[in-house]
């Protein structure tokens, strides 16, 4: 009888799925799944023979489940479902969930022939069932758990790039509204520098909203244009904007002298946002009524913006953290912390790296660090390098 068989051969069969899972590409079992899978599948297989050569078959399919992939609890599906998804949690694939179990069956088959062991019909059609059984719960607790993870990534994802749009549009109107502020208050003429600010900051509003349009019209990702531009200008246009949160916080704002034949090569428009975004971060956090600093300057190849305040320093093991998608660690809790990762990721997109320096006591450094050109004086500040992908 097979039950007799494979209880006779119990360890022969298990040392064989070992071996055929040991050596397939791409699988690297846990020392527990070598252990305990197969024995526990053969133990079940077992039993269930047992059972059906008894007046009470019927109890044979609470340990292995019904033929035809009947829904019912039964102790295979159990462990199937475990086996599944711990292979999941291990990164396989569906066809080596199916492969693990066909494994067992091939075991059977050889050594069967090789013994030249008789088995009757309705054994192999309990085997096959068996079988049949614990790949199919196996594979749909795999699908199950693949499918949730997914969906998980996928939300989480979408809640980032909603998070990140709503950070950059409220940024801008932010300092469109103090732009509008200081001119209605002051009684100024909107072609001046804080006419430019709202202008910019408007600009900057419909850019937006016009690239979110044309990427729900098309899925492809946008193309990041890179330019060469001047380093010169492009703080000081920095400069204007913040100038009116550093007036508005009561925190003054120092940008030193930038030398004007330094250039860097980038999107324009996200470099923007990421100074303008670690300038936001660095005015919600310096204590109240100390200084901000704005530095650029050129370090051998590499041309570095350092944005420095006076928080009291970074809280213990934050540095590593903090760059990550809403993550707040201060006890302002304004804003959705997103604004250092999209910092990140826009200095990442223009190939340069963002880090942070932490000064006990003092405050902290926010560096962004992009390769250094110079800007030639045969042609205009903006010189369209090249156009990319993300």
Known sequence: MMHEFLTNNRDDLTARCRRK?????????????????????????????????????IDSTRISGPAGG????????????QHGEELLALEFTVDQVVHDYGDLCQAITDLAIERDAPFTIEEFQTLNRCLDNAIADAVSEFSYQRDFIFAEKYETQANERIGQLAHDLRNLLHTAILAFSAGK????????????????????????IFNSLEEVRDKSQLAVSLSLFSLNEFIAEVKLAADLSATETGCPLTVLEVAPNLAIAGSRELLLSAVANLLQNAFKFTHPHTEVTLTAYAAGDRILIDVKDNCGGLPPNSAAT???????????RTGGGLGLTISKQAVHASGGELSVQDISGIG????INLPRHEMPTEVPPFVPLVVLKK
């Open 21 to 57: 899972v040991a050596l397939r590409p791409g699988r690297s079992a846990t020392h527990d799944q070598l252990a305990n899978g197969v024995p526990m599948l053969l133990d079940q297989l077992i039993r269930t023979l047992q059972l059906e050569q008894t007046d009470n078959r």
């Open 70 to 81: 009947g829904i019912a609890f039964s102790e295979l599906r159990t462990s199937a479902a």
């Open 185 to 208: 208050t002051g009684g100024l003429g909107w072609s001046g520098a804080t006419g430019a600010v709202l202008e910019r900051s408007l600009t900057g509003l419909q850019k937006i």
């Open 322 to 332: 903090m760059f990550l998608p809403f993550t707040q660690g201060g006890a302002n």
């Open 364 to 367: 902290c450094v926010f560096t």
